[in-house]
């Protein structure tokens, strides 16, 4: 495929680029060209996303699910991203699902965004992975998107607090597309915030999925209790009829 000429096109601090099976959410098992971002507007007690360093390069793989990374000096080029995803398009047809957007928050790079995703989208759909809080950068980019998987971040797991309204106004601009929510709950979690959360989705659309998915410890373990798991999505089932149980399988697999 020609590329197109790239007209104005912001470079990007990226922190990873890849080809792996998608593990959380809707889009599960799935495989996707990952696009990670750096930086992230919110500091979550369980975060395992090392994106907040600065000054280093991108890694790149160079073929898809191959682990051939590369450095890439920051801040990257559409050009170069465009390059890999065309060659991996044309060898690889058919085995990409869509482009992950992911993080961090890529929705902080919304600017960038804004000229990136039409020319990404160009070779395949596009699945925005955020937060759930940048509703005002969601409503300028959400013509370029074409899924989306959001957060909910409930205090008693991430250390967030009072994001609620931001939560609410974000998904409402997201249901406009295909939208999954997704909780993270652990042995801390309380049952008035799996109310909430499901209060919140069915406010705006009561056949939004929501994923309650349980924290990942370090040593790659559960760290909520069986029977805990089932009491919130009985929670969860009273306001929602698509309340799912789903962990962070990549994990398991040994996947990026
Ligand atoms: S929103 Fe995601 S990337 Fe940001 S701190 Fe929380 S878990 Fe980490």
């Known amino acids: 495929m020609l590329l197109p000429p790239i007209m104005n096109s912001p470079p990007a601090e990226l922190a990873e680029v890849f080809s792996s099976i998608q593990g959380e959410g809707e889009l599960i098992g799935l495989r996707q060209v990952f696009i990670r971002f750096r930086g992230c507007n919110l500091q979550c007690d369980y975060c395992d996303t090392p994106t907040a360093r600065t000054g280093e390069p991108c890694l790149m793989e160079q073929t898809p699910g191959r682990r051939d990374f590369v450095p890439v000096t920051n801040p990257v080029a559409l050009e170069r991203i465009l390059a890999l995803v065309d060659g991996w398009h044309r060898g690889w047809t058919g085995v990409h699902h869509s482009v992950s957007i992911t993080g961090g928050e890529p929705l902080m790079n919304y600017e960038i965004l804004h000229s990136w995703l ?34 909910i971040k409930i205090p008693s797991t991430s250390g967030c607090t009072d994001l609620w309204d931001d939560h609410r106004r974000f998904l409402e601009i997201a249901a406009t597309k295909k939208t999954v929510v997704k909780v993270v709950v652990d042995e801390q979690t309380e049952d008035w915030e799996i109310e909430r959360c499901a209060e919140i989705v069915r406010a705006v659309a009561g056949s939004i999925p929501l994923i309650l998915q349980p924290v990942t410890n370090p040593d790659n373990r559960i760290g909520i209790s069986p029977v805990k798991l089932l009491e919130f999505q009985e929670i969860a089932c009273r306001n929602l009829h698509d309340v799912r149980v789903i962990p962070q399988t990549h994990k398991f697999m040994g996947q990026l």
Do not use: K, S
């Not at 039409?118 to 300028?140: C, D, K, Q, S, W």
């Open 118 to 151: 039409p020319e990404l989208r160009a070779f395949l759909p596009i699945y925005l992975e955020t937060n759930g809080v940048m509703h005002t950068a969601l409503e300028r980019l959400i013509g370029h998107i074409d899924m989306i998987g959001m957060d």
